[in-house]
Structure formats: structure tokens, C-alpha cells
């Protein structure tokens, strides 16, 4: 075995035993390595040469930054160049695309007896996992205050044509399609309701059950997926293939076990919407509340607005009613009035008539 480094005491010296301790560190799953002053390595534990599709003896005496990164020399913002520097540990999160994978490199100082600096134990921990779980963290954080920011912003719509603009344009916003499109079902049909973008004019038309992509998650009540629409036969229309869509993804918007309506992303490069149908469903069933809200202030609109000219028809009916009945009492009391005259004019005539025979006339 090619010693640690020679001024580096052994480690009989603890009582540790050579066998066990090269055991203890080719146990370790981390990849490590003891570099010198000149980067070259000096031990290498078994996980960093699986790592590099080496045995460990081919890689001792190299110069790390070679066989870890394919350069001539360390490049800036090596964390064993800066410990070298500083004389002290240091940490960098490092990603080297000939590597693939983010990093996170610690490297740590090997003093001699002398207290002079001759190296450093090198721990390299992938991270990809990690990260992986920040970013998954980070798009959830995103994908939920899109979701409440939907529902604010749904609130305030006054009609149902702002309910359906604003919603396709968070989704826009939230899921950067490249284009959106919305529909309600009536019947046997979808009825197109939104466009996005909206000079996208191409699709301003309504879709039959069970036809197309939007037509199936409609009539099937399920979520439908397609990475190339050209070579997906269930994709029947041609409109979407025409303006250069790719991929497709077609939500149906459920509400009370009845499909209310359609939500539709496209994409006009290759974008598997199957990988992101957690996220897309979740917003698919806000939307679908949103959409029945919507649905039932516009009937309940409709209603108002049509009592509202049933009321004002009947109170023009009772004006004129009232009119006619106030014309009738005017010549009902004209008529009462001649009446009352003509009995007084007779009264009279009768009196003189009685008068007139009294007196033999």
C-alpha cells in the first residue's frame, strides 16, 4: 500500500491496525481522497474510484483536478486551492458538467507535527438528491401561492368571462405553456370560453364530446396526455397541429361527478405534461370550483336580470292598468255628476208640473 502522506503519523500509532482502517475508510460512502500540496492523490477511499471506473491504485499520484474535472490545472474556486490558501477548512457547492451532478466539496487540513500545512482530506457528497428535494420544495412553494393567488384573484371576477381570463392567466404564468385554452361543456358539446395567448385565433372554436383530445377528457372524465400530437392518433382536429403545437395536455374540470368543462395546455416543443399531473390536476379541481362559482352568479345574474324585466314589464302593465282604471273613475264620476244633475232637473220640472195643475192651468 502506498503510504498516507510520510510525515503523517500512521496509524499503528492509535492502535489501529492498517487492514482495519482502510476497511473503516472504504466504508465510508461519501467519495474521499488525501490530496497533497501539488494535488496529487495521495489515498483514495473505494466509493470515489467506483465512482471514476477505477481501481484505486490508478488513480493514486494523479493529480486530482485531472482525473476529476479533465483539466491542466485546478480552476478558480477550487475548494482544495482555497483551503491551501486560507489554512483552514472550506465547503463550496460545485457543479462541473463533465461530472453531471451538483457537489458539495469539503476540503480539510493535514498539518504535520510541525504545525506546517501538507495536505487535506478531501470529502466529496452528491447532492443531486438533495438538491433535487429543494427544488421539488421550491416548485410546490411556487405551484400553492399560484393557487391562492388564483383563488384572490377569482374572487374579485364580476363575471364569468373575467373568472375564465383571469384564471388563464395565472395558469399561463404558473405553467409557462405556450398556449391555453378554456371550454364549458353545454349538451353534447364544449364551448369555447378563452384563448391564450389571445391572438391565437385559430382555436376560437367549440369542440364535440368525445372527439380530440379535449373531447376525451370530457367525455372520460380522466386527464389526457400527448408528447407529439403528429403521431397521436386520438389527436383528430387539425387546428393544433397547424400552428406548430407538439405536446398537449387536456384536463377535464369536475364538479359534483359531472365534467363542467375543459382546460387545455400546449406546448409547441416537446414537454411531457404527464410528468407535472399532480400539479396540473390540483389546479384543474380549483379551477373547477372557481368555474362552478362562476357558472351559478352568472345563472343566479340571469335570473335577477330576468325578474328584473318581468318586474319592470308588470309595472308597466300596472301603469297602464292604473292609467285606464283612473280614466274609467273620471268618466264613472262624470257620468254620477249628469246623473245627479239630470234627477235635479227632473225634480225641478216635476215640481213645476205639480204646481201648474194646483192651479188649473
Known amino acids: 500500500m502506498i503510504p498516507l502522506i510520510t510525515k503523517i503519523r500512521p496509524p499503528e500509532d492509535f492502535g489501529i491496525s492498517e487492514a482495519a482502517w482502510r476497511h473503516t475508510f472504504d466504508a465510508i460512502t461519501d467519495l474521499v481522497s488525501v490530496i497533497d500540496k501539488d494535488f496529487r492523490l495521495i ?13 484505486p491504485e490508478e488513480l493514486i499520484g494523479k493529480h486530482c483536478y485531472e482525473i476529476m474535472h479533465g483539466r491542466a490545472s485546478h480552476w478558480d474556486g477550487c475548494p482544495h486551492n482555497l483551503m491551501l490558501q486560507e489554512k483552514r477548512a472550506v465547503t463550496r457547492q460545485v457543479y462541473d458538467p463533465s461530472i453531471g451532478i451538483p457537489l458539495l466539496i469539503s476540503a480539510f487540513p493535514i498539518f504535520d507535527d510541525a504545525g506546517d500545512l501538507i495536505g487535506s482530506v478531501h470529502v466529496v457528497k452528491d447532492i443531486s438528491v438533495m438538491q433535487k428535494m429543494q427544488n421539488d420544495l421550491t416548485v410546490r412553494n411556487q405551484q400553492l401561492e399560484t393557487l391562492n393567488r388564483l383563488c384572490r384573484e377569482a374572487i374579485n371576477s364580476q363575471t364569468l368571462g373575467d373568472m375564465v381570463a383571469t384564471t388563464m392567466a395565472e395558469i399561463m404564468s404558473a405553467c409557462t405553456p405556450d398556449l391555453v385554452l378554456c371550454y364549458i361543456r353545454c349538451g353534447e358539446e364544449l364551448i369555447i370560453q378563452g384563448v391564450l395567448p389571445d391572438n391565437e385565433n385559430y382555436h376560437n372554436k367549440n369542440e364535440k364530446l368525445g372527439v380530440c383530445l379535449c373531447g376525451l377528457a370530457a367525455a372520460q ?7 407529439d400530437i403528429h403521431r397521436d392518433a386520438r389527436c ?20 359534483d361527478q359531472k365534467v363542467i368543462g375543459v ?10 405534461f404527464a410528468e407535472e399531473k399532480e400539479f396540473l390536476e390540483t389546479l384543474a379541481s380549483t379551477v373547477s370550483v372557481i ?5 351559478l352568479i352568472e345563472k343566479i345574474r340571469k ?8 318586474v319592470t314589464m308588470r309595472t308597466v302593465e300596472l301603469q297602464s292598468r292604473n292609467a285606464d282604471l283612473e280614466r274609467f273613475n273620471k268618466v264613472m264620476v262624470g257620468r254620477e255628476l249628469r246623473m245627479v244633475e239630470l234627477k235635479t232637473e227632473i225634480k225641478t220640472l216635476r215640481t213645476q208640473l205639480d204646481r201648474k195643475g194646483e192651479q188649473g192651468e
Request: charged share 25%; aromatic share 6%; with cysteine.
Open 291 to 295: 368555474l362552478q362559482n362562476a357558472l
Open 43 to 55: 489515498m483514495v477511499n473505494r466509493a470515489l474510484a467506483e465512482f471514476l471506473h477505477k481501481q
Open 236 to 255: 383528430t382536429e387539425q387546428e393544433c397541429k397547424q400552428a406548430g403545437v407538439r405536446s398537449f395536455a387536456a384536463l377535464p374540470l369536475i364538479q
Open 263 to 272: 382546460l387545455g395546455f400546449a406546448s409547441k416543443t416537446a414537454r411531457n
Open 221 to 227: 372524465g380522466e386527464a389526457v396526455f400527448s408528447e
Open 303 to 310: 335570473q335577477s336580470d330576468l325578474l328584473e324585466e318581468k
